[in-house]
């Protein structure tokens, strides 16, 4: 298999890197919000064909096994639903940043992928839930991410992870289109 | 109902307040992880026998309701989970508190508790399999929390949520006893 | 609005009657199983966007309850995982069918869905299991309905019951889609 | 290991023979559905502590693995409902049984465990919904099983489930015990 830079991005990046809106309608949050609501499920739905060794298989040559990026959605989500309490309840936080890379190696991201589909239920539950209360001060709300410029208010938060979780979810989907599932 | 200082102390704390052993013996921490891995169970087989009504009850004068006893766990023990793999991936780690008590006021603590109960599932099974993944070294590793003295280290720490566990499904298990349940 | 006849068979029949097919190819057999594996995600992705008073809301006129509809598809698929074990294990049998009207006025279709979302989950996979282990023997075994004609082979029961999830899923969609949702 | 008839009687039914009570107080009710309801989450609590290969080892000489035990569970208390809802809407009906030592030789009883241990979640909660609603004269109503004399009523039902799940369970912590688990 020949591997260019455009196929190595199309592998990494398989719904395109995020790219914040300017503005967002309610329609677009209805649809950000749909997303989140409706991965937990999407992605059940695909990882329920995989067995352990296609599990562990990566996605793309040198990158994560779709075990590790099952896990990695979950600790992910949990650090989001984390920094957006954080945001509802004080002012500008600065949160804390964690080594995803590092994180995957551990002992626990080799655990039956249905521990973390458990969580990301419920993750995305509350988060939801959240997002569905907001008024317009709250979408507004700022934290402080210390290696990157600026703040994000929670508008641009719900977009990126409701592509974070399109984003992985095609990491799955893509290398199952490869074997023919 | 009288109400003395004995009493408010026996109702926060009804199995005591957490007391850091000094030191640890293998069976220490096989307990220790034993009551970590069976309290989503224990939790799940107190709260099912409760309707609404007696979910949205304080589980003692001016505290929190038996709802926000189980989706305070959820978010305690995910912050907990996040807080041990920052010390497995960084040296002596900064972590990031959070205001528990404007949490559990946040719109999300009005779901469902079974939006709760599953992530208990999936972060317990995640800590349970990294602490039974522990050699000696990683069992002292430690980290700071910016308002408390000294540092912690995960053996520590899984005392901690141990008790943790207990110390709040001994507020829901209580306040059954005092209903006939 | 006008209710026609043809409105009528519609809104019973969102997807169509069931029509068995008179053969089946190894793809014929593969997007069935597909379709059984993945109903109860897509179910679970269609139902978690409704509240309590939308679950509560008929699919058509005089019809059954958004919720009853979930709680009947367990109770409908309960019995036939058991209809397909008596098949693998006696010659013929005949099955004992159940009153699916009686049953969704008793007490246990006022759960909340989730009760029987997760059923579904357990049962859907244990159907699949077995239809992914069958030979050519095993799809061809028969039982008996006592009050329909002839003897159904475990191939058409399979291709019944793909059917029988996307016609109760499309009353529920259908329903939102009005609903825009 | 010398194997008595005394040991042997132990060994496949840990907690005593099934003794149908000959009257039930209410106490005597509320007891049965205590057990009945928090079945799943012992179930859980016990098997969440097994790995593989303790999970494929019989809990007596010729006995079926601790995942058969299991799996007999949520098909023998899937039927139990099916039974129970036959009987609230029949008048007396004979119900189908079912060859559970063959049913336990099936592909899906080589499922992980989680499959079902969902089910059992689900099936147990619509048990107890049935049960809490039940007066005195649905208490009464009976079934026929072609293979036993007479007629059962639904409170004997209760409590042979009730025994049910506590034989079952046993044979899994007895086997434990035996571990030193």
Redesign the interface.
């Known amino acids: 298999m020949t591997s260019t830079p455009l196929t190595d991005e199309h592998l990494r990046y398989p719904t395109g890197r995020f790219q914040a809106p300017l503005t967002y309608t309610d329609e677009d949050l209805r649809q950000i919000i ?1 997303q989140i ?2 991965l937990p ?2 992605l ?2 695909a990882v ?2 995989l067995n352990e060794p296609q599990l562990n298989t990566p996605y793309r040559p040198g990158g994560w096994t779709l075990k590790q990026v099952v896990h990695h959605l ?2 992910s989500h ?2 989001a ?2 920094r957006i ?2 945001t ?3 002012e500008n ?1 600065t ?2 940043p ?2 995803e890379a ?2 995957a190696l ?3 991201y ?3 992928i ?10 995305h ?3 939801v ?2 997002f ?2 907001f008024n317009e001060d709250e979408w507004q709300r700022t934290y402080v991410h210390p290696e990157r410029p600026g703040a994000s208010n929670l508008q641009k938060t719900a977009a990126m992870y409701a592509w974070h979780s399109n984003h992985h979810l095609a990491h799955i989907t893509e290398t199952m289109k490869q074997w023919g599932l």
Chains 1, 2, 3, 4 share one sequence.
């Open positions: 749909n609501q409706t499920g999407r059940r739905n329920i064909r979950a600790d949990m650090n639903l984390m309490k954080l509802l309840t004080e936080p949160i804390k964690y080594d590092g994180w551990q002992a626990d080799r655990l039956p249905e521990c973390s589909l458990k969580t990301l239920e419920g993750v539950l509350h988060m839930a959240l569905e209360s």
